[in-house]
């Protein structure tokens, strides 16, 4: 089987696996709503108000899991990253449905029970699905229907080190065999690491003329600049794809973990590796920002006559506005204007410039503000700047400019924060980094808290987080 046919099957069987699994999701979310109004009511015929709100979210479904992209073929063999996914996505459109009813107040024509088992019918449709198919993807991987056949060129250390990697991390690919023509002086530090050289260049160029191979990956230092024109100049007459492996793979792969998701592309027509991409990349924008709406849209009737209490007890308390502004950095660095409950006296309030901190049992907080900063009540008007798109309901947490200047000099990384925007709750709050820094390592970690979340974002993940919020993101001993 030429290159060409084995990789155009490729392709073929996993654009079919891909479609065959959005028809099912179509099916799953369509035939669960069928299988709950009967376990609920019988074997009767759903109601128009049913059929209509099962066909409008069977074609949200679709909208939402694509734009979401919980079809990329990257995923196709791992289970849980494509169940994580489209977990998260249901329960979006979940609660797309639900803040719909709400408005249009038709929540009292549907049973709650029955939405209740639809939901968890779907899910373990989904769930199924998913199983049914990574099971058959790494059945065929394993016969090799889907897998590249590689060899490789270079048996010094970024061959060897590209051996492994590709051998320990990479179920697409498979490894066919090390070449180098310097077999002789390399073999013994091969055998160390496990692996037999199987021959010199001119054997893997008769090999490949009669053996299926789909690529060749020339892994040799690139200051040997004749020997590697030499190689491409022998090896583009095979029908082969052919690749040159990057210089120096072992100190970057060690030194930029990142590197590992790089995605090879073109710049003026010269190839490229990205290997920091820009989180929520794709719809992940998008998606985050219908989430951010949603979530808000439910909240508010429940928050607002907490705020209207918060407010009236503020006033009672102490003089001045029940609402107080500090300027913050937001995405990209840019600047806006934060909104809180007052907790200070209004001549200690700083809303710009140099912002001391409040310090345990500080004069400053009022009897109310000290209630409010414990239990994190005081962000509660944040939910403005969540409408105005300056900030969303997870994210990391947005610090004082001169508390960002502060920590800036302290790790190189910190303003990597800003690459998403800021939010009420977030990872590193649920995991208790709340209230005053005393230290360094404590705003390390909490960076390192906030840079994972950016790196692994998901709808299922600010779920999580907004779940966990009321339990261990409230009250904290820290928050002062």
């Given at each position: ?258 590197f590992r998701n790089s995605v090879a592309t073109t710049l003026g027509g010269l190839p490229m590796f990205t290997v920091v991409r820009r989180p929520l990349d794709g719809w992940g924008w998008l998606i985050k920002d219908i989430e951010d709406r949603v979530l808000t849209l439910m909240l508010l009737p429940l928050i607002l006559p907490i705020c209207l209490i918060i407010a009236l007890l503020i006033r009672l308390d102490s003089e001045g506005p029940c609402l107080f502004r500090q300027e913050r950095s937001g995405f990209n660095g840019r600047n806006f204007w934060v909104y809180k409950f007052r907790t200070m006296r209004s001549e200690a309030s700083q809303a710009v410039g140099q912002t001391d901190a409040a310090r345990r049992d500080d004069p400053r907080v ?115």
């Open positions: 089987m030429t290159q060409d046919v084995r990789h155009i099957r490729r392709l073929g069987l996993l654009a079919a696996t891909m479609f065959t699994l959005r028809v099912m999701d179509v099916c799953i979310v369509f035939g669960a709503g069928f299988l709950a109004y009967w376990v609920r009511y019988g074997l009767l015929t759903p109601s128009h108000n049913v059929t209509l709100a099962l066909s409008f979210a069977t074609i949200l479904s679709v909208v939402v899991f694509n734009l979401g992209q919980a079809y990329l073929t990257s995923l196709i063999g791992n289970f849980w990253a494509l169940a994580r996914r489209v977990a998260g996505h249901w329960l979006l459109v979940v609660l797309i449905m639900s803040a719909l009813a709400f408005l249009m107040r038709a929540t009292q024509s549907f049973s709650r029970l029955w939405v209740l088992e639809w939901l968890i019918f779907a899910a373990a449709g989904f769930l199924a699905a998913r199983l049914a198919t990574t099971s058959l993807i790494q059945r065929m991987q394993k016969k090799g229907h889907l897998s590249q056949r590689i060899a490789i060129i270079g048996a010094d250390l970024g061959g060897l080190q590209l051996f492994h990697h590709l051998r320990e991390n990479n179920r697409e690919v498979q490894v066919v065999g090390v070449f180098d023509d310097r077999m002789d002086r390399l073999q013994p530090e091969a055998n160390r690491q496990g692996v037999t050289i199987a021959g010199t260049v001119d054997d893997l160029i008769a090999w490949a003329r009669t053996s299926d191979i789909d690529c060749i990956v020339i892994a040799i230092p690139w200051t040997g600049e004749r020997r590697l024109r030499e190689l491409i100049e022998m090896l583009q007459s095979l029908s082969v794809e052919l690749q040159i492996c990057p210089e120096g793979l072992g100190f970057v792969v060690r030194s930029f973990p990142m009022t009897r109310i503000g000290r209630i409010l900063r414990r239990t994190s009540l005081d962000e509660l008007p944040q939910l403005i700047n969540v409408l105005k798109g300056e900030m969303s309901i997870i994210g990391p947490r947005p610090h004082a400019l001169s508390h960002d200047r502060q920590f800036a000099r302290v790790i190189s990384k910190y303003y990597a924060r800003h690459r998403v925007r800021p939010g009420i709750t977030g990872w590193a709050q649920v995991n208790g980094y709340r209230g005053g820094v005393e230290d360094a390592a404590q705003i390390r970690d909490r960076v390192d808290f906030d840079l994972w979340y950016i790196e692994n974002w998901s709808i299922l993940f600010d779920i999580k987080i907004l779940l966990m919020t009321p339990f261990v993101g409230l009250i904290n001993r820290n928050a002062y």
